[in-house]
């Protein structure tokens, strides 16, 4: 079973920064959309940013301006550069790829996971 691998977590200072990156064991067809999501303690997981095949994006709020996700589709990659770090984006992180439904076979993947944690 094909299975997303998270790297890039770490301690970090605020304002600090770091690159995450998920791959995935073997090849994944008809990826629709890579994401990174995290879950703070105590929190919900959410959004952090999502690109799609064509390459549009969408952030959250909370990272706009200081988080970029890129991927390299030939590679089943996807990339999270996060600048100016703060105390509020430690978490875990978790990348997730997304299929169309109507494809036969599993339809997302999530990573296990990487944790930031950002020192003030």
């Known amino acids: 079973q094909v299975q997303l691998v998270e790297s890039g977590g770490g301690l970090v200072q605020a304002g600090g920064s770091l690159r995450l990156s998920c791959g995935a064991s073997?090849?994944?067809?008809?990826?629709?959309?890579m994401g990174w999501y995290r879950q703070a303690p105590g929190k919900q997981r959410e959004l952090a940013a999502r690109?799609?095949?064509?390459?549009?994006?969408n952030y959250a709020d909370s990272v706009k301006g200081r988080f970029t996700i890129s991927n390299d589709n030939a590679k089943n990659t996807v990339y999270l550069q996060m600048n100016s770090l703060k105390a509020e984006d430690t978490a875990v992180y978790y990348c997730?790829?997304?299929?169309?439904?109507?494809?036969?076979?599993?339809?997302?993947?999530w990573g296990q996971g990487t944790l930031v944690t950002v020192s003030e």
């Open positions: 997730k790829f997304e299929r169309p439904t109507w494809v036969a076979g599993q339809f997302e993947y």
């Open positions: 073997g090849t994944i067809f008809n990826i629709n959309a």
């Open positions: 690109i799609t095949s064509g390459g549009r994006t």
